[in-house]
């Protein structure tokens, strides 16, 4: 056992593992990346991160640097839950929900709880959390909250970032501070610190001040938007300002989290739901278009596309029995809506019209085992994910781009005309609502053509996206693998600003490098893995 994996065994008061299989079983998450630690700590509390912090900074001071990788489920589609050096596993003891307030809905987290197991014990107070992402049941609140994950239901309430109200957080030294919006006063206390935080607070302040006409190119014309730092909301026109919207969504860049506050929303389980098949895209984007501009929005509009159910027919036909029939329509839209108040009958009635204008056909249900049946065609995609022809597997690469919705229709066009031109199969299915799409091609990664298909892919992809007015990732973050393009997203100046950021939270370069900040294609290159499975997850899929 290295002399790092002693110390920190002797000093911290949960596992540290150095064992060849705890290392395999870590160096691989839900990317097409491979990277292995070099020894994995399971914290039992704050003061484990905290002194593994202190003491990789402790080694950087001395020229030597450790890398610590936070991880909480390991699905990170993009290899953000991965490093060479310390990883930092959450859910094995931090895992608790340290407390809850039915009344006002707030709740107090560990990072590693699971986020299926919070949005149980939510619903049973009549609560819920609406920006759970589609792996919500194997994944952890942390890992969400580093991710700013979003999903079906963010069209309505948005992403993961506002409902955290404030955050505990282990610097890169070792220092713990608590995050939340400050007013005034309370930010020239934090001005006047002689610590790593005052002098955190100061750079940031400056760096903002220094930068404000460039930080205005940070608001793109996409409805979410997951690539790079979250500046926007740091400072207020009134002067207060806030750390927290930032670290959300850095993963595991700029601080290690221990303590999530959040807000929940009251769930209501009675909804109304449709199901639309569409001739075209264009009349898909029509309706979505339409239905975007009703007075409230619906809780969803999901997508998924004529390819896609061709293939769940192929390889899982009774997913789709009994509710879309052959010959395939080229879109379906489920469209959903769940508002408590009396508001919403005349926007059900209203949507309705929009649907039988676009739509070839439809079906409305408000039981909730119909709706369940309905819903089935769009978590169809799952069986997409899971299957393998021959040694093809659905890679995810190209999973997350994000347009200004009214480019929906260009965007499926862009990329029907580029899977075709490589001669690759393709199924979409995601967030039409929000002008989000997920995609993942069948190609076998073992292949040095294959390999080189998939960068070519990405450079097409990205291109396409932003030639639209789009964003790289509008959920899944920045990772490592869409971290190359993050400068062709903002420019050179923004891009310049998450360097400083990066600087001040991380002078040494310890907290998860790789991710986000300074990747080119030439890094990420000789990560690739030589195979491509989904066994990890299954590990942590609930078991009855
Ligand atoms: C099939 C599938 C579907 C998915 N669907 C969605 C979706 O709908 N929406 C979506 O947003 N994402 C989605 N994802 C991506 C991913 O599952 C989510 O972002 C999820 O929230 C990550 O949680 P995790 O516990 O697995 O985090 P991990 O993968 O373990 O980590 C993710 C990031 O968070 C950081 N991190 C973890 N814990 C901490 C901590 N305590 N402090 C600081 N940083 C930390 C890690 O370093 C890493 O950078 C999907 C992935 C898969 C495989």
Redesign the pocket.
């Known amino acids: 056992m290295s002399k790092v994996a002693h110390y920190l065994q002797e000093h911290l008061l949960g596992e540290v593992m150095t064992s060849a299989d705890a290392r395999n079983y870590f160096a691989t ?2 990317s097409i990346f491979t990277i292995t630690p070099s020894l994995i700590v399971y914290p039992r509390n704050e003061n484990d991160v905290r002194k593994a912090a202190r003491f990789t900074w402790q080694l950087a001071e001395r020229g030597r640097i450790i890398p610590i ?9 993009g290899g ?2 991965l490093g060479n050096g310390i990883m930092l596993v ?1 859910p094995a003891h931090m895992n608790r929900i340290v407390e809850l307030d039915p009344k006002n809905g707030i709740v107090v987290v560990e ?1 590693g709880l699971n ?1 299926g197991r919070l949005q149980q014990t939510l619903h049973t107070h009549e609560r819920f959390l609406p920006p759970f ?3 919500y049941e194997y ?2 609140i ?3 909250v ?2 700013n ?3 079906e239901k963010s069209l309505k309430y948005g992403t993961t970032r506002g409902y955290v109200k404030s955050l505990r957080v282990v610097l890169a030294n070792g220092e713990v501070v608590e995050t939340l919006r400050l007013n005034k006063r309370d930010l020239n206390k934090k001005l006047g610190l002689n610590t790593f935080e005052g002098e955190i607070y100061r750079a940031v302040d400056a760096l903002l001040e220094e930068n404000r006409q460039h930080l205005e190119k940070l608001d793109m014309a996409v409805t979410k938007n997951a690539a790079g730092y979250s500046l926007a909301d740091v400072k207020r026109q009134d002067g207060s300002f806030d750390l927290t919207p930032l670290i959300v969504g850095s ?2 860049t700029l ?4 303590e999530i506050t959040m807000e929940t929303e009251v769930y209501n389980p009675t909804k109304d739901l449709f199901l639309a098949e569409f001739d075209s895209i264009e009349n898909a984007e029509k309706a979505v278009l339409a239905l975007r501009d009703l007075p409230y929005l619906p809780s969803a509009i999901e997508m998924v596309d004529g390819q896609l159910l061709e293939l769940v027919d192929r390889i899982n036909p009774n997913q789709l029995k009994g509710i879309v029939t052959k010959p395939f329509p080229k879109a379906v839209l489920l469209v959903e809506f769940d508002d408590v108040d009396r508001q919403r009958k005349k926007l059900v009635k209203r949507a309705q019209k929009i649907i039988e204008d676009y739509a070839a056909h439809h079906e409305y249900e408000t039981d909730p085992a119909a709706q369940a049946r309905l819903w089935k065609v769009r978590h169809a995609a ?1 069986s997409v ?1 899971s299957h393998s022809e021959g040694r093809l597997k659905a890679i995810p690469v190209i999973d997350d781009g994000v347009v200004p919705p009214e480019k929906l229709a260009e965007f499926v066009t862009g990329v029907y005309k580029l899977f075709a031109s490589l001669q690759l199969q393709i199924a979409i299915w995601g967030h039409a609502g929000d002008g989000n799409l997920h995609m993942q091609p069948f190609l076998d990664i073992a292949q040095i053509g294959d390999r080189q298909k998939a960068f070519r892919l990405m450079d097409e992809y990205y291109k396409l996206v932003l030639s639209l007015g789009g964003s790289t990732s509008g ?3 920045d ?1 490592r693998l869409r971290a190359p393009y993050l400068q062709q997203v903002y420019g050179p100046e923004i891009y310049a600003v998450f360097q400083k950021i990066k600087q001040i939270f991380d002078p040494y370069g310890t907290l ?1 490098p790789g ?1 986000k900040i300074g990747v080119t294609l030439g890094d990420i290159k000789p990560l690739l893995r030589t195979e491509y499975t989904l066994r990890h ?1 299954y590990d942590h899929m609930p078991r009855s």
């Open positions: 998450d839900g990788t936070p991880r909480g489920s390991g699905t990170d589609h953000a839950a959450f990072p986020y992402p589609a792996s994944s952890t942390g890992g969400a580093a991710n994950a979003a999903g993963q595991g601080g290690i989290i221990t799952s994910l959920e899944h973050g990772s998860n991710v997850f």
